[in-house]
């Protein structure tokens, strides 16, 4: 169960920033309507500037993400009711000739970009390796890019004497 008096002390906090990001979102896209682009953009640009990235002014949290999810499910019905079938279909073989070269042309490219600048040496981190090091043994300096490789625990007070 919520917590009346937290709830009670995060409404007007949660009503704020609500306030903020709509007069923003407002404020972008009646701009980027005036200068002749959709007004998605404009809300798009006024959320990453408002955002945690750049302002900091608003911070998601729970109940931010679930608002924002429901948002996007709303305006994705709405582009989908405002679609007509006979635009689809008058662009169907282009839209799935960029669908499909969206998809297979990325994963090409990072596959060829991997293959090129993939080193031929197994991962250091597997212990199939066959150089594997002792547990005793620095790593090189080259190994500091791994973050599994633990330095060695300190030689307990009974070894020492």
Do not use: Y
Not at 23 to 33: N, Q, S
Not at 35 to 63: F, K, M, S
Not at 64 to 72: H, K, S, T
Not at 85 to 98: F, H, M, N, W
Request: one cysteine or more; glycine letters at 6%.
């Amino acid at each position: 169960m919520t917590d009346p008096a937290a709830a009670a002390e995060h409404g007007p906090e949660l009503l704020f920033t609500l306030f903020v990001m709509f007069a923003a979102a407002k404020l972008f896209a009646e701009l980027f309507e005036r200068l002749r682009q959709p007004a998605v953009a404009g809300e798009i640009l006024a959320g990453v500037l408002i955002g945690p990235a750049l302002l900091g002014w608003v911070h998601a949290d729970i109940t931010i993400d679930a608002l924002a999810e429901c948002g996007v499910i709303f305006l994705l019905f709405g582009v989908g009711l405002e679609t007509r079938p006979s635009a689809i279909l008058r662009v169907g073989r282009s839209a799935a000739i960029v669908a499909v070269l969206g998809v297979v042309l990325p994963f090409a490219a990072g596959w060829a970009l991997l293959r090129a600048w993939a080193s031929p040496t197994p991962n250091p981190c597997s212990p199939a390796a066959p150089w594997w090091p002792p547990p005793s043994a620095s790593p090189p300096a080259c190994w500091a890019i791994w973050a599994c490789w633990t330095p060695p625990p300190p030689a307990s007070s009974s070894a020492r004497r």
